[in-house]
């Protein structure tokens, strides 16, 4: 790409279909890699297990949300119709619990989606304005029909000649160096 | 031992042959290719028409609700009714983009963004009604729990307050569901047009997503739980919706049926919504392999159970009403049969119980043309359903000396016309500007897509490898 000395990011391997990388990436993770993702245009099941993934935290997140919906709904509409002006119509008590659901419910499933949607977004580093995988010309077709594997620059185990070999032995389709 | 099980194969979800690449070049060609003429006369008449609801809502505002033709017992007209029928047909595209992906229907991923995308202007078109139906619009705040000159909350005893918090939860959750699932889409859009505003708006609206496996891993479990989310969402809607009515004590409305049967009404005409829709897009663009006749067939089926559903509900009421022996609730059923509203209560019962049930005769079902007519009358019907429930009951309550006969004016009428204008304008922005089908969802569920297809170690999986290998090669 660039004559310059740019840092290196890592290495860019292209597969041939989902199986190919399904495989790559479980020789990737045997031989203890862990900086490095495998990229296709489509989620592709197996993949968590093959990389050594753990479960997404994004329930957690969820979670945390969902009790806040729920909670902030009754503290707000308690403070509301019972503490600062409670007003009496048609006799019915001010703290009137089975009327205080259907809001409640409303606010809690609110709040939830905020924490799926924002909470997905926050532990995928997006919105992002750029990243060095962009620079590669091959990888425009990640989110068409090509299967990727990279494995980062950072990772403790990173050699250059060793991560070429293994990508090779994976049947890799092409490989590439991708600078910062 | 002696038995022998035969793996029998689903149907292709995709017809033709089509690899991943033909896949992504199919639905974003459309947004790709220079805009069709049709496209422009459309999008005219459309703009049209949301010109009208303009001056309709302009004159309504300037003028007050006396330009539309409510009467002293008849204070809910067609503004409520198109209010309900609008967030009805909304329904349809979060049962298949959330209920159905719960219940692992991969069918519907060739129709989920489109359904998506036709709730989304519905229950903008739907929105419009109660607020311009307050009267005084300016203080519309009014129902948001904000503090205002009166020191004074919104009442959450209200079913109508309800509302408020139900219609505005679901047009924003829907809206998020819809926007997950076009980031990857608006990612390869962005990796494949060639104008330069073009890269920068995709790039921006795709967010710098990249397709790693660590992304998809806690995307596929936000869309999960999205999913999860906006299932019980989309019940209560309507439920909430049916309490606007259920929760007063006028007869004919004040019954414990309204919730199960106002969603499955929804459900219904939801789903001929989105066939009248799809049915013409996909001749347009040409994506029969991908909006196949089977899907047509199970919507239609869809479209029979819950048209039934619908139909047990009518006779249920009226049963009940014989049964629960009050006189007035007894009164207002056999008027709405035979009051002066039986016309609009026949044709409810004509579109909506018997006309689904062609659909019992498998040849109709796969009918392109005959289910198309049938979406429209469904349609209708549903209409006036909610015409029969809303105005009949109010028309003819408990004192005769209060009764009067509703009917609309021609600003009722041109607002409701208007709304189409509405509802078209942005559908058809969003065929142009957007990728119509989930590229990536629909790749996810082609067999070529499963890692295991490629390996043939072992003896079982040897037919499905053959199965596979036409459509991967």
């Given amino acids: 790409m660039s004559t310059t000395q740019n840092k290196v990011f890592g290495i860019l391997a292209e597969f041939e279909h989902p199986g190919a990388l399904m495989d790559a990436a479980k020789k990737v993770n045997e031989a203890g890699y862990q900086k490095f993702d495998t990229y296709s245009p489509f989620p592709i099941h197996g993949m968590d297990e093959a990389m050594g993934l753990k479960e997404s935290k994004l329930g957690w997140i969820v979670l945390v949300h969902a009790i806040l919906g729920f909670t902030g709904a009754l503290a707000m509409i308690t403070f509301m119709s019972y ?9 019915k008590p001010f703290l009137n619990w089975p009327a205080f659901v259907p809001v409640t419910f409303e606010l809690t499933i609110l709040l939830s989606a905020f924490g799926a949607v924002f909470g ?8 992002k304005l750029h990243h060095p995988l962009f620079n590669s010309k091959k990888f425009e077709k990640v989110t068409d029909d090509s299967f990727f594997v990279c494995i980062e620059a950072n990772d403790t185990l990173f050699a250059e000649d060793r991560v070429n070999e293994l990508f090779k032995d994976a049947g890799a389709l092409h490989i590439e160096k991708v600078y910062e | 031992m002696s038995t022998t099980y035969e793996y029998v194969p689903e149907k292709p979800l995709i017809k033709g042959n089509h690899t991943f690449s033909s896949i992504t070049a199919l639905i974003s060609d459309v947004v790709e290719r220079p805009t ?5 006369m459309a999008f005219g008449v459309a703009n049209m028409l949301l010109l009208l609801l303009g001056a309709m809502i302009g004159w309504l505002i300037w003028e007050g609700t006396g330009v539309w033709g409510l009467n002293n017992p008849v204070g809910w007209g067609w503004a409520i009714v198109n209010f309900v029928w609008w967030v009805g047909i909304g329904h349809a595209g979060t049962l298949i983009s959330a209920i159905l992906f719960l219940f692992r229907q991969d069918w519907r991923t060739a129709i989920n963004r489109f359904a998506e995308a036709m709730t989304i202007f519905a229950v903008m078109c739907a929105g419009i009604f109660p607020a311009i139906h307050v009267g005084r619009i300016w203080v519309i705040y009014w129902v948001f729990p904000v503090p205002n000159q009166m020191a004074m909350w919104p009442n959450f005893n209200s079913p109508l307050l309800w509302d408020v918090f139900a219609v505005s939860t679901y047009f ?7 926007y997950v699932g076009l980031v990857p889409d608006f990612a390869t859009l962005r990796d494949r047009v060639k104008g330069k505003i073009a890269k920068v708006v995709y790039g921006a609206a795709s967010l710098g997503w990249r397709g790693g496996n660590r992304q998809w891993q806690n995307y596929e479990k936000a869309y999960m739980i999205l999913a999860g989310l906006a299932t019980p969402l989309v019940l209560s809607v309507h439920t909430i919706v049916s309490f606007d009515f259920a929760v ?7 019954t414990t049926i309204f919730p199960p049967y106002f969603v499955a009404g929804a459900v219904f005409s939801g789903f001929a919504m989105v066939l009248t829709l799809m049915i013409i897009a996909r001749k347009i663009y040409g994506m029969k392999d991908i909006m196949t006749d089977d899907h047509i067939e199970k919507m239609n089926i869809i479209i029979l159970v819950t048209g039934s559903m619908v139909g047990f509900a009518y006779i249920m009421e009226f049963f009940i ?18 009051g002066q509203y039986a016309w609009a209560y026949w044709i409810m019962m004509i ?15 796969r009918s392109v043309g005959f289910t ?3 979406s429209i009358v469904v349609n209708i019907g549903m209409w006036f359903e909610r015409f029969v429930i809303t105005v009949s009951s109010l028309a003819n309550d408990y004192l005769p000396s209060a009764w009067d006969y509703y009917s609309p004016t021609y600003v009722d009428i041109l607002t409701y016309v208007g709304t189409f204008g509405l509802f078209f304008t942005m559908f058809l922005l969003f065929l142009r500007f957007m990728p119509m089908i989930a590229i990536a969802e629909i790749k996810a569920v082609m067999p070529a897509a499963d890692p295991h297809s490629y390996h043939s170690h072992d003896g079982d999986s040897q037919k499905l490898e053959t199965e596979h290998s036409q459509q991967t090669v």
């Fill in chain 2, 321 to 338: 009403a014989w049964y629960g022996a009050v006189e007035y609730e007894k009164f207002a059923f056999i008027n709405r049969a035979f």
């Fill in chain 2, 372 to 374: 198309f007519f049938i």
């Fill in chain 2, 36 to 40: 069709p003429k049709w496209w422009y």
């Fill in chain 2, 351 to 365: 579109c909506n119980v018997v006309s689904p049930q062609f659909f019992w005769s498998k040849k109709l079902r």
């Fill in chain 2, 248 to 254: 007063s004590v006028i007869p004919g409305w004040h």
């Fill in chain 1, 83 to 91: 503490a600062d002006y409670p007003i009496n119509i048609s006799g």
């Fill in chain 2, 172 to 178: 924003t959750v829907s809206l998020l569901f819809w």
């Fill in chain 1, 120 to 127: 997905m977004f926050f532990l995928n580093g997006l919105p």
